[in-house]
């Protein structure tokens, strides 16, 4: 069975102080990881896709990478506009359906 | 682009009255949309898999008389709850697959508030 653990849970953050989001994966033969943002009450807006280790992706403060067991993303100097819940996913090669983790909280503060 | 919309961004029902929701991919096709729920602070919890022209795969503990999905086209997507219960109030949101090349990205609706009184 696919498994998907980010962690922290929460994050609270201090506007610029730099931080990693961590996805932790168990997939039987992974297609993709995907990486998602989530603001209260919008479904979830797409970041990133990484699809085999040692890929890396950014987007303005934002940098996706991935191995063989886990996901980071890194925040840069974040700002308060950075707040939301992000969330992970992997798509497993035997099918299109993403199996999520809990996400995480994400708080910065001016 | 990849665009997803659906439709009505929030409704309030009585309970035992059935609501219809859309959802459409805008600027692409989407054989495949897939229909989430979610609880406050919860993550997402897939509910079904949609496929045009085919009957929808529902997930374990899902009961697919309440929850009827029709694909019919390959922009749009239903989802009926039927004889609506306070416990079904939650917040639904509908993904569309898009592929390109091998590629399979789910791109995600802006979600709809369903309350049931």
């Known amino acids: ?110 | 682009g990849a665009v997803v919309s659906q439709h009505p961004s929030w409704v309030i029902c009585k309970s035992g009255t059935s609501v219809k929701i859309e959802c459409r991919s805008l600027d692409f096709q989407a054989t495949t949309m897939f229909w989430y729920r979610q609880f406050p602070k919860q993550s997402l919890m897939l509910m079904a898999t949609s496929n045009e022209g085919s009957k929808a795969t529902y997930e374990q503990g899902v009961e697919k008389d309440k929850f009827l999905i029709n694909h019919a086209s390959l922009t749009l997507s239903t989802l009926t709850v039927t004889s609506a219960h306070p416990e079904d109030s939650s917040f639904y949101i509908c993904s569309a697959l898009k592929g390109d090349r091998g590629i399979y990205e789910q791109y995600f609706g802006p979600g709809t508030r369903l309350t049931v009184t």
């Open chain 1, 1 to 110: 069975e696919d498994q998907v653990t980010q962690s922290p849970e929460a994050l609270r953050l201090q506007e610029g102080e730099s931080s990693s989001l961590n996805c932790s994966y168990t997939v039987s033969g992974l297609r993709g990881l995907f990486w998602y943002r989530q603001d209260p009450g919008k479904g979830p807006e797409f970041l990133f896709t990484l699809y085999s280790a040692g890929e890396e992706k950014e987007k303005e403060r934002l940098k996706a990478t991935l191995t063989k067991k886990e996901s980071f993303l890194h925040i840069t100097a974040p700002k308060p506009e950075d707040s939301a819940t992000y969330l992970c996913a992997v798509q497993a090669k035997a099918g299109n359906m993403l199996t999520f983790g809990g996400g995480t909280r994400l708080m910065v503060k001016p």
